[in-house]
């Protein structure tokens, strides 16, 4: 109940001033950590994403590189991220996010070079190693950091928490739309031409963690005493059942976000028969939490709890597959085919505008303060998990010759799931 009365407070501040610069004065007004935080997912994400979305063409193009390869190495990239993010989190609880994050940036700068110069088969798989342990290292280290910040900046009557990683995720899906274009730009020199400038995003951000990030936190509960608690830790998470249900939930989340990338482009070459409009899609997604993330946030998630935010973000984006799912049986082709699809994509995108500030926000709620690294690396390692088991279900279904409508409907079913665990969280707490 505290935070409710704490969101109402904040909420009712500067209510008459207009709605257009609402988004900035939510950005200006966070402390200068957090603030650098945000500017940290941008400039990230923008690196990032200049760089790996060319990078299966470049493979097989430039190097030559077999489709199987291809794979190979887009797969080992994915798991040294995504799936190695638990020791990410631990290593940031257990000496602080500071060296742990300038450490990610430094490995990331070596991995982007020596991938832009790599041409023989083992260099390449070792930049690309390189290339996403370093985001294994910095981002769980920069989430738990900004969500720990986030906890303290609505106790010293600040803006609520769910607020604060709202505009942490609008950071991250702008650098996200940002990326793929200046990638676009540089792709028009070559490819090494994009790697170096993915690094020198990186370098900025090293330079100002350097500069700006304290050297040691404050608080003698934080990262400091989870010294050789590593088995404590995973102890913790593993009997902590409101968290682990949490975590499922949200594994539901991202395995639905994945079919972005796999059931989408199958419907929209289905109904159009090109994937030229995925691209415009992409960028509907993008835009829309750039512009949208923190209103919705404010008129929502604001107004429920966290756990309620999330149930209502997971029951959106299963209404998004219901929507494709009750259309595709009336045979509609081209503009008119896209509308399901588009309809898809904005409910999709709704729901995690609700799912993913709510669901890191209930973190911060069931974890200790001095564990959140290791949980919300375990939370994305767990989920990486998940996609990959549940992609490979889903490729599996795709080519089955299911009628499309039969397929929607196997997909809506993980996000009815995790909606029903989320609220069991609640009941168990």
Partial sequence: MTQDRATGRSAGRGGAGGGRWRSVRDVRALPPL????????????????????????????????????????????????QGLFVVGGALADRYGPRPVVLAGCVLRIAGFVWLGQARETWSVVAAVLCVGFAAA???????????????????????PRARTLAVFSAAGQAGAFLGPLLGSLLLLADFTTACWAGAAVFVLVLAGHWRLMPRRDGD???????????????????????FLLVCLAYSSYLLAYNQLYLALPEEVLRVTGSQAALGWLFALSSLLVVCAQLPVTRAVGERLSHRTTLRAGL?????????????????????????????????????????????????????????????????????????????????????????????????AVPPLLGALLAGTASRTR
């Fill in 34 to 81: 957090l603030r650098l935080l945000a500017g940290t997912q941008l400039a990230f994400n923008v690196g990032f994403f200049a760089v790996l979305p060319y990078l299966a063409a470049h493979l097989g193009g430039a190097l030559g590189m077999g489709g199987w390869l291809v794979g190979l190495v887009l797969g080992l990239r994915t798991f040294s991220q």
């Fill in 137 to 159: 290292l910095f981002s769980p280290a920069v989430e738990a950091e900004a969500a720990r910040q986030s906890v303290r900046w609505e106790a010293a009557g600040g803006h």
């Fill in 220 to 242: 003698e509960s934080g990262p400091r005493r989870a010294k050789g608690e590593a088995g404590g830790a995973l102890r913790a998470v593993l009997t902590n059942g409101p």
């Fill in 315 to 411: 029951l959106l984006v299963a209404a998004g597959f219901a929507l494709v799912a009750l259309a595709a049986p009336l045979g509609l082709r081209d503009v008119r085919g896209l509308a399901p699809a588009a309809g898809y994509v904005l409910l999709l995108t709704l729901g995690q505008m609700l799912a993913v500030p709510s669901a890191r926000a209930l973190v911060t709620e069931l974890v200790e303060e001095r564990r959140l690294g290791f949980a919300m690396g375990a939370m994305s390692s767990f989920s990486g998990l998940v996609v990959l088991g549940g992609s490979a279900a889903t490729g599996a279904l795709l080519g089955s010759g299911a009628p499309p409508a039969a397929v929607w409907t196997v997909l």
